[in-house]
Structure formats: C-alpha cells, structure tokens
C-alpha cells in the first residue's frame, strides 16, 4: 500500500497493557497520521504530525500516545486507559506540498484478549 | 466530529452494471475526496473534485459535486468483479483535516 508499511498485521492486547503499533514510510512525507476505524464507520483521527518532534491530537486522542522522533516513523500506543481498543488502525502520510491526497498504510488490527 | 455520510450504506449488482453512490457533507470544502479500500487493507485514492469543479472523469470513474447541496456522486461504470470493495468520500476542509464517510460497501457479483 504504496510505501507504507505497518506492523503487526495483527494484534492481541491483554487487559492493563500498553501495545505500539509501528508506522514507517519511504515517501519522504512531512505529515502522519493515525486513524481508527470500527466496523460500518468512517475513519476517525486519533493524531497527526507534521514534522519531526511535533504532533497534535485529533478527534479521539484520550488513551493513546504517538512520537514523531524521525522522520519516516511514527508510531501509536494504545494505553491501558484506552477501554475500548479493539478497532482497525490506519496510519497514513501525505506531503507538505499536496496535504489533501493521502497514502494509506494496508492496517492493524487490534484485538483484546 | 464526522462529516460526510454515504448512501447506500451496500449495494449488490451484476458484473457489466453502473454503480452509483453518494455523499453528503456539512461545511464549505476545498475538495472533496473518493477513496477504494478492500477487505482488511488500506485505502487507496481514487479521485479529487475541487470545489470549483462539477465534474470529473478517470477511465471508469465519474464524480459529480454539488456545492450547493453539499453532495457529490462517484459512478463507476461498466463494473467487474475486481470492483468490489469499500468507497469512502472524503472532504478536505484545509490544513490537516480530512473527514470520511461511513462508507459505501459495494459487492460485484460475476
């Protein structure tokens, strides 16, 4: 899916874990994303980052965090205060000159045990 | 907050036939968005409509966007079994912020 790449395909979190789901892309692409999505919705924003070292909350930020420490990474963790995880995550980048077209990444999906 | 809603929420048709969906959203756009994703993957970009723009073709793909009743269509024409997916529109309101749809699932039958 275009030069993103995540990992786990799939993931299985205990109750009271943090679990860190890996984004990495080769676009050379300013600006990232984390979306959730949840079966039958749209796509939702958790965080967005468009530099290194700086991120922004989205529509439903509460009981995840990201880092933005290079450039070409971005990961998300799903905290423990995160009660209701189990969703289909979506991380996407999108060029500083073009912001409107985005390139997805092919998805984790996150399960609780 | 989200801002596009499709319609129909599924549509089922033979392998040959058009297929239509739409899309309606709330606020002023700067484009307005169609994005394919399959089962269990990313999604892909189809198309951009700008809002100065009423229509636009891409090989099979039609989109239409009415500005004034804050809805576009995205029509896929003569369609094939490999068409079957989500669609999502997606509205771009500036800086950071693209808003989807629900989705429209749409099934092929060959």
């Known amino acids: 899916d275009g030069g993103i790449t995540q990992s786990p395909k799939y993931l299985f979190r205990k109750e009271g874990q943090n679990v860190t789901l890996s984004c990495e892309q080769n676009?050379?692409?300013?600006?990232m994303y984390w979306y959730r999505q949840d079966p039958g919705q749209g796509l939702r924003l958790i965080y967005y980052?468009?530099?290194?070292?700086?991120?922004q909350k989205g529509d439903i930020a509460e009981g995840y965090s990201v880092s933005r420490e290079k450039k070409e990474s971005f990961p998300l963790t799903v905290t423990s205060a995160q009660k209701n995880p189990t969703a289909f995550y979506l991380c996407?980048?999108?060029?500083?000159?073009?912001?409107?077209?985005?390139?997805f990444g092919s998805g984790t999906q996150l399960s609780v045990l | 907050s989200q801002q596009g809603e499709e319609d129909p929420q599924a549509l089922s048709i033979q392998e040959g036939e058009n297929a239509t969906m739409n899309c309606s959203y709330k606020?002023?756009?700067?484009?307005l968005q169609w994005y394919r994703q399959n089962s269990g993957r990313g999604l892909v970009h189809l198309i951009l409509?700008?809002?100065?723009?009423r229509e636009k073709h891409s090989g099979r793909l039609r989109v239409t966007l009415d500005t004034s009743k804050k809805s576009s269509s995205l029509l896929i024409t003569a369609s094939r079994a490999a068409d079957t997916a989500s669609y999502f529109c997606?509205?771009?309101?500036?800086?950071?912020?693209?808003?989807f749809g629900a989705g429209t699932r749409l099934f092929v039958k060959a």
């Open positions: 606020t002023s756009i700067n484009n």
């Open positions: 409509i700008r809002s100065n723009e």
């Open positions: 996407a980048s999108g060029a500083s000159e073009n912001r409107e077209k985005l390139f």
């Open positions: 997606a509205s771009y309101t500036g800086g950071f912020k693209t808003i």
């Open positions: 676009l050379n692409h300013d600006a």
């Open positions: 980052s468009q530099i290194v070292n700086d991120f």
